[in-house]
T-cell receptor, first 113, second 115 residues
Framework: DAKTTQPPSMDCAEGRAANLPCNHS???????VYWYRQIHSQGPQYIIH???NNETNEMASLIITEDRKSSTLILPHATLRDTAVYYCIVRVLLDTGRRALTFGSGTRLQVQP | DTEVTQTPKHLVMGMTNKKSLKCEQHMGHRAMYWYKQKAKKPPELMFV???????INESVPSRFSPECPNSSLLNLHLHALQPEDSALYLCASSQDLGAAGGPQHFGDGTRLSIL
């Protein structure tokens, strides 16, 4: 069932765009891609989600490829406060036959001054 | 600030104690979740409630007992825990369980230490 693959870590210079890739090549046709981030000692924070079209909100932009097999989260002007673990997540079919969001290992983004 | 409130923020308990973790949301969400997160690992799904009924139990040991008294509240009752159960316990909620059920909103968790 659909799982996601992300690079374990990335660096970005402060003020530059951070582009975080995610592979979800087995995603089902009606399942959304969700992005969260987790700053140390806090709960995961919702960033953005999308189905087919590109999406933008006040935090980030989400670019989804036409075949939906991968996506990229873009933080347009990274700040030190954006240092966090970023998770790309889809709903996965569990052994119980139900679907639920399941976290992968995520990408640890370090924004450098 | 989070719209999902978890109490207590920190809990230290012995292996013979009984305690409860509490989670509350007032967004009208009908799906609520418990996750467990060990240090430097991603959150792992434990339980899912939908419309106050248990929908998913990810083979969690019976020393963890969830309860959903109403649509706004979710409890996790703890009894006879082991040191390896020390972790951050996260609660989340979403509009519902389906594919279009919207994003999950997380609380900041309860950091549990078992002595």
């Amino acid at each position: 069932d659909a799982k996601t693959t992300q690079p374990p870590s990335m660096d970005c210079a402060e003020g530059r765009a951070a582009n975080l890739p995610c592979n979800h090549s087995t995603i089902s046709g009606n399942e959304y891609v969700y992005w969260y981030r987790q700053i140390h000692s806090q709960g995961p924070q919702y960033i953005i989600h999308g189905l087919k079209n590109n999406e933008t909100n006040e935090m980030a932009s989400l670019i989804i490829t036409e075949d939906r097999k991968s996506s990229t989260l873009i933080l347009p002007h990274a700040t030190l406060r954006d240092t966090a673990v970023y998770y790309c997540i889809v709903r996965v079919l569990l052994d119980t036959g139900r679907r639920a969001l399941t976290f992968g290992s995520g990408t640890r983004l370090q924004v450098q001054p | 600030d989070t719209e999902v409130t978890q109490t207590p923020k920190h809990l230290v308990m012995g292996m013979t104690n009984k305690k409860s973790l509490k989670c509350e949301q007032h967004m009208g969400h009908r799906a609520m979740y418990w996750y467990k997160q060990k240090a430097k690992k991603p959150p792992e799904l434990m339980f899912v409630y939908s419309y106050e009924k248990l929908s998913i139990n990810e083979s969690v040991p019976s020393r963890f007992s969830p309860e959903c008294p109403n649509s706004s509240l979710l409890n996790l009752h703890l009894h006879a825990l082991q040191p390896e159960d020390s972790a951050l316990y996260l609660c989340a909620s979403s509009q519902d369980l389906g594919a279009a059920g919207g994003p999950q909103h997380f609380g900041d968790g309860t950091r549990l230490s078992i002595l």
